[in-house]
Antibody
């Protein structure tokens, strides 16, 4: 069964850092396009970042320069390193497997909540 | 990149049809046939319902259909059922390795 399980969320102070993990099973992360999408409380979905099977990475303007997407092939796990966190980064973060360079995303993980607050 | 515009809400009685619009620009919805639709129940992860404007993934009922005209994509849910009550989001490839989601529509089954 294809499955994604996120972890690493929590409470962090503004300006702090956090690393999210997304453990995959049933498929190989390095052979797929993988994305992070976030959803602020009570708000809509926002695309955050994507890593292509070839290793290229891309980011939304709102996180560019602060967030880094990466993967560990030996652990079949996707990561999102988040630095210089702001209150507006508070959201549930979902990882997802993309079917190709143009989407769509399927499946999605269950999400992990990141709260940026002092 | 601005979010795609969706109506905040839509509703219909069981058995009726409801159509949700998703309006973007020629740089996203109008420029590519890579529009997807996701269904999200409260507290759950989004679920893919339509991809590439009008294709249904395996397991999605044929009551769900998608279309596009110009810069506006649409999702139609026919034969509304209670379990269709959820939030729906469109998404489009926006060029330059970017993606954009819609503002979301809450569908209520009366």
């Amino acid at each position: 069964e294809v499955q994604l399980v996120e972890s690493g969320g929590g409470l962090v102070q503004p300006g702090g850092s956090l690393r999210l993990s997304c453990a995959a099973s049933g498929f190989t992360v390095s052979s797929n396009y993988m994305s992070w999408v976030r959803q602020a409380p009570g708000k809509g979905l926002e695309w955050v970042s994507v890593i292509y099977s070839g290793g290229s990475t891309y980011y939304a303007d709102s996180v560019k320069g602060r967030f880094t997407i990466s993967r560990d092939n030996s652990k079949n796990t996707l990561y999102l390193q988040m630095n210089s966190l702001r209150a507006e980064d508070t959201a549930v973060y979902y990882c997802a497997r993309d079917w190709g360079p143009y989407g769509p995303s399927l499946p999605w993980g269950q999400g992990t909540l990141v709260t940026v607050s002092s | 990149q601005s979010a795609l515009t969706q109506p905040p809400s839509a509703s219909g009685s069981p058995g009726q049809s409801v159509t949700i619009s998703c309006t973007g620009t020629s740089s996203d919805v109008g420029g590519y046939n890579y529009v997807s639709w996701y269904q999200q129940h409260p507290g759950k992860a989004p679920k893919l319902m339509i991809y590439e404007v009008s294709k249904r993934p395996s397991g999605v009922p044929d009551r769900f259909s998608g279309s596009k005209s110009g810069n506006t994509a649409s999702l139609t849910v026919s034969g509304l059922q209670a379990e269709d009550e959820a939030d729906y989001y469109c998404s489009s490839y926006a060029g330059s390795n970017n993606f954009v989601f819609g503002t979301g529509t809450k569908v209520t089954v009366l």
